[in-house]
């Protein structure tokens, strides 16, 4: 396994707002659940706040990931690593008679430095290496796998939602045509495509950022789980029980964002229907604002410049 160096994003107050409040001199029990375990930086500072009684479960659906978890959870019996989606939290948690029960979710979404600094992981184009992208590389279809067969059109519609690239047909139109003459398997093989197709590179910003991220996007169905995670987390936490997300891009804070609003604000009723606030049944309250990281952080760790924390906590519903 590579060693990369990584630094955790937002690692203190993460693990403070998916905690609440609590009694230093008796440090707390309960369950917890790190959504997207990584290499584990805010699992271990997490357990570090808690009692001996206290379990905590990773997620992960990278390889790589689920090995450093395994190291942990020898270390720590109070840990365990789950091979699986954040996405499949409930039905993990409620074979272990646990959903409802949960008394803190934390996720720090999106691909992390591990395997942004792999070269054989294809999510980066700064060093040239196998257009995979797929954060678990065991199964599922590779980047290179759905580039050859993806229809230009649909092409051309990730690109534009999932990367916000105003260029996309554009670029979707020299894919398809350099795949008809050459397979496109290599990560720089399809940055310099991208280049030569874009018409106005932005300044600070490589030209083939915003379509890396959207095929990543696609091939992993990041934002569909992160709306069925959002749901499911929601339904393991117990009345009290805390959710906290880290976002770094605007689809996945967006979503985050609106999540929490909707839940905020509990049911829909048609317009001009008087309504009372007992009976709109909202299931989640906001806490506190977003949260940024601080400019020592930014200074230290450039990555973390674009990362976002919302948290909300879970409502008791009304007997």
């Known amino acids: 396994m590579n060693t990369f160096v990584h630094q955790t994003v937002l690692l203190d107050e993460a693990v403070v707002s998916v905690l609440g409040a609590q009694d230093e001199l008796s440090p707390k029990n309960g369950i917890y659940i790190d959504a997207t375990f990584g290499r584990g930086g805010h699992t ?49 948690l409620r074979a272990q008679g646990l959903a409802g029960a949960v008394d803190g979710v934390l996720a720090d979404l999106g691909v992390s430095s591990p395997q942004l600094d792999d070269a054989e992981r294809g999510f980066s184009f700064m060093n040239d ?37 105003r260029h996309s047909r554009r670029i979707a139109r020299a894919i398809v045509k350099a795949r008809a003459e050459k397979p496109i398997t290599r990560t720089k093989a399809l940055a310099d495509i991208v280049a030569a197709a874009h ?48 976002s770094f891009h605007s689809l996945e804070d967006r979503l985050v964002k609106q999540f929490f609003q909707k839940e905020a604000k509990g049911d829909d009723f048609p317009p001009g229907l008087p309504v009372t606030v007992d009976m709109l049944k909202p299931r989640l309250k906001i ?25 909300a906590e879970k409502i008791a519903e009304a007997a």
Request: aromatic share 6%; proline share 4%.
């Open 44 to 92: 271990r500072h997490l357990l570090a706040q808690l009692g001996v009684d206290a379990r905590v479960f990773g997620f992960d659906k990278d390889p790589q990931a689920i090995a450093a978890g395994a190291e942990l959870a020898a270390a720590d019996a109070r840990f365990v690593i789950v091979h699986e989606s954040f996405a499949d939290i409930l039905s993990v």
């Open 129 to 165: 290496g196998p257009l995979d992208m797929r954060m678990d590389s065991s199964r599922g279809q590779s980047a290179a796998e759905w580039i050859a067969d993806v229809a230009e059109d649909e092409l051309a519609r990730v690109l534009f939602e999932f990367g916000e690239e």
């Open 287 to 311: 806490i506190g604002k977003a949260i940024d990281p601080s400019d020592a952080e930014v200074a230290a760790n450039p990555r973390a410049r674009s990362a976002r924390l919302r948290v």
């Open 199 to 246: 018409p106005a590179w932005e300044k600070h910003k490589h030209p083939a950022t915003r379509a890396f991220q959207a095929i990543r996007i696609a091939i992993n169905n990041e934002l569909g789980d992160i709306q069925q995670f959002l749901r499911d987390a929601l339904a393991v936490l117990k009345p009290g029980g805390r959710l906290a997300v880290i």
